[in-house]
């Protein structure tokens, strides 16, 4: 089993602070998937990279690949209690497409 | 918005009772997964499933578990005879194009 290792396990931030939260491994990954997960629901996608140094944004989120795809961050700008979440990344190999190995989340929260 | 949905929400049973848990995927989907989660631990992966086959299983997914897609829209987790530690949370999810699309999940509790 490839671990992800996710960091800080825990982060509290006030509204308006910037974040970043890191997924690594020493495995190298297909393709990798950053996903928001509430209390008592299923994980909802937010993004996938899939090219080692890929950048995406997707509004104040900017998700990163290693070059190596061996890991990826997670940056928030100018977050909002809105962000308050567990947020996971999850990562899958060139045999076994789609099997996610999940890494164990860091929840964050954002206070007014 | 097309959406993975699962039923029932939450399901209590007593040990050693048989369980199926049920799945729509999304319509044009055509890899299906379950996972489960342990309260308070990580999402796990259990079994993938492509083309009324399974494709690959996890070592959690002995023999008391099942797959089935009896229909053109049902995919179904049966748990033959639950255990205390088949208690967690079962998410469903279809895939397209790399993006995995989760179902709200069925709290397992077995008791």
């Known amino acids: 089993t490839q671990l992800l290792e996710q960091s800080p396990q825990f982060l509290s931030i006030q509204e308006g602070e910037n974040l970043t939260v890191y997924c690594n491994s020493s495995s190298v990954f297909s393709s990798l998937q950053w996903y928001r997960q509430e209390p008592g629901e299923g994980p909802v996608l937010l993004v996938t990279v899939v090219t080692g140094g890929e950048v995406k944004k997707l509004k104040r989120l900017t998700f990163q690949f290693g070059d190596a795809r061996k890991d990826s961050s997670l940056h928030i700008t100018a977050a909002q209690p809105g962000d308050t979440g567990l947020y996971l990344c999850?990562?899958?190999?060139?045999?076994?497409?789609?099997?996610?190995?999940f890494g164990a989340g860091t929840q964050v929260v954002v206070t007014p | 918005e097309p959406e993975v949905t699962q039923t029932p929400s939450h399901q209590v049973t007593q040990m050693g009772q048989e369980v199926i848990l049920r799945c729509v995927p999304i319509?044009?989907?055509?890899?299906f997964y379950w996972y489960r989660q342990i309260l308070g631990q990580k999402v796990e992966f259990l079994v993938s499933f492509y083309n009324n086959e399974i494709s690959e299983k996890s070592e959690i997914f002995d023999d008391q578990f099942s797959v089935e897609r009896p229909d053109g829209s049902n995919f179904t987790l049966k748990i033959r005879s639950t255990k205390l530690e088949d208690s967690a949370m079962y998410f469903c999810a279809s895939i397209l194009d790399r993006e995995a699309f989760f179902g709200q999940g069925t709290r397992l509790t077995v008791v």
């Open positions: 319509s044009n989907h055509l890899y």
């Open positions: 999850a990562g899958d190999q060139a045999d076994s497409w789609g099997k996610l190995q």
